[in-house]
């Protein structure tokens, strides 16, 4: 297990020295207590301190991570499976979470997709064996803001955790679009329109979502086929209209009152009509 816990910090692979974030931080906070100057070598060898949730069951892995986290000034707490991980990551505010994917109990993916679908938006680094596309794909697609897969080097998982935390914090993101009397909950997956339930095809409901994050405002054929179909080229087809005409027959087709709109010659639009 230990092979693959390795350091570069001195342009070698070895084991990390113990002593060496110590020392760094050490002569660092020297020169802040006393108002000096901080010598240029250690202006970039010591990480701002963060609260760390580390959840990994490997004994030596997670030692070994935990002890270079806190070499380097941070507060580390750990576990070692998934259930009892998943509870400190919902009760408590990191920084950073770091989060092995094969985990007993609950892995790593479902606790990840949990903390997100509760709006907690601390940023993730999944640590895994697994290094396929698909694999990682996945592992971003629940909500993993980094992958890092073993064996890996200690500095690259400190660079990669020092990154996630200089990143702005996420954005809140509203989980319940409304227009009018339609309602769209993002988390659910549902649309309701007066108390109505709407059941959408999965690129009807993109088509809809996108819709209703830009209400009141025109969006045109370039970018649906950007932001909803991913295509950044004109596939010449009518995929954009004819979906645009099966979302109206079920949105306002039985409403009195129409939400979408086509704007002549420039997109479409949802508004309530005034």
């Not at 750990?78 to 109990?105: E, K, Q, T």
């Not at 895994?128 to 803001?145: F, I, K, M, S």
């Not at 339930?197 to 409901?205: A, D, H, K, S, Y």
Request: with cysteine; net charge positive.
């Amino acid at each position: 297990m230990l092979r693959y816990l390795t350091n570069r910090w001195d342009g070698r692979c070895h084991r990390a020295s113990p002593s060496r974030g110590t020392q760094d931080t050490q002569r660092l906070s020297f020169h802040i207590v006393r108002g000096l100057p901080v010598p240029l070598q250690y202006r970039h060898t010591t990480s701002i301190p963060m609260k760390i949730l580390l959840i990994e069951d490997d004994p030596q892995t997670s030692a070994y991570v935990a002890n270079g986290l806190r070499e380097h000034g941070h507060v580390v707490d750990h576990s070692a499976s998934g259930r009892d991980g998943l509870i400190l990551a919902s009760g408590g505010s990191y920084d950073v979470m770091v989060v092995d994917r094969m985990l007993p109990g609950v892995d790593g993916l479902a606790i990840v997709k949990t903390i997100r679908a509760a709006g907690i938006k601390a940023p993730v680094l999944l640590l895994t064996t697994l290094g396929g596309v698909n694999d990682r794909v996945e592992g971003l697609e629940a909500g993993a803001d980094d992958y890092l897969t073993k064996p890996f080097a200690f500095s690259e998982l400190l660079a990669r955790v020092n990154a996630l935390a200089r990143r702005p914090p996420m954005a809140v993101e509203t989980t319940v679009l409304r227009v009018g009397d339609l309602e769209l909950n993002r988390l659910k997956r549902t649309v309701t329109r007066g108390g109505k339930r709407i059941e959408l095809q999965p690129q009807e409901f993109r088509l809809l979502e996108y819709l209703m994050r830009n209400a009141g405002q025109v969006v045109t054929r370039t970018m649906l086929l950007e932001n909803v179909w991913e295509f950044h080229f004109d596939p010449h087809t009518s995929v954009v209209e004819t979906h645009i005409s099966r979302l109206r027959a079920k949105v306002d087709r039985e409403f009195k009152d129409e939400l979408i709109h086509t704007v002549r010659g420039s997109g479409y639009s949802i508004s309530v009509s005034t």
